[in-house]
């Protein structure tokens, strides 16, 4: 199994779909509609079956589960080559952008000034990281959020959340939201500090995020915290 794939499967098991069904070594998600990864099917590695007869299943999935039929795809990779072939396009209308980067870095590690608290990393999530997440969690949403291998919960009260999930030495980053008054402060620093502390603490080693191409600040923070892009990947449709 090459890199790309170990790390899409491992940002996978970090983002877990309420319906998860192999297709050889695709992986059918499913969780009502919330997030394009845990509603698309992961493309890495062999289906087992011809990929007209595989992109048939997909659909089939998808119908099954009440969601939009999507793979989601290794940019410039020959399967995504294979599945444009067979007449699926780019999802340029995905609400959370048809294309994300995959970045890679070190457990984040943020100098703080004297006197100035980085944020607290919860262990279930409270009403009050809810709410700066996702604001009344639909069961999907606490499905999705709120389950993985080893959960922690970045909280700055009133002004920031994020989620962390460890799959074997790796960080997982995700769900990072910083009001938008309090943004440029430094908030989403201290609680990324945070979080790198609560990982290091539980023996992980690196990091990896998956970001909107579009998304311009969030890819500069991380870029700020030594963090490159490692592969992206497009969802297509039929």
């Known amino acids: 199994m090459d890199a790309i ?111 100035e608290a980085p944020g607290e990393i919860l262990d279930k999530p409270s009403p009050q990281w809810w709410e700066l997440a996702v604001g009344e969690p639909t069961p999907a949403q606490r499905h999705v959020l709120g389950t993985g291998p080893l959960l922690g919960f970045g909280y700055v009260e009133g002004a920031a959340v994020v989620r962390g999930c460890i799959v074997d030495s790796t960080l997982h980053i995700s769900r990072l939201a910083v009001r938008p008054e309090l943004r440029r402060q430094g908030t989403a620093r201290r609680l990324l500090a945070a979080l790198g502390a609560w990982a290091r603490d539980r023996g992980a080693r690196n990091a990896v995020l998956q970001v909107a191409v579009h998304n311009e600040a969030a890819i500069r923070l991380y870029e700020d915290l030594g963090f490159a892009e490692h592969h992206r990947y497009r969802y297509l449709r039929p």
């Open 5 to 115: 794939a170990k790390l899409e499967i491992r940002c996978a098991d970090a983002w877990p779909a309420l319906v998860d069904e192999r297709l050889g070594q695709w992986r059918l998600r499913a969780a009502d509609g919330f997030t394009g990864r845990a509603n698309s099917a992961l493309t890495t590695g062999d289906p087992g079956r011809p990929i007209p007869e595989a992109l048939a299943t997909i659909v089939a999935f998808a119908a099954r589960h009440a969601i939009t039929p999507a793979a989601h795809v290794t940019v410039g990779s020959p399967t995504e080559r294979d599945i444009r072939a067979a007449g699926w396009q780019l999802a340029e209308d995905h609400p959370g952008g048809a294309e994300s980067a995959v970045m890679v870095g070190p457990l984040p590690d943020v100098a703080l000034p004297d006197g």
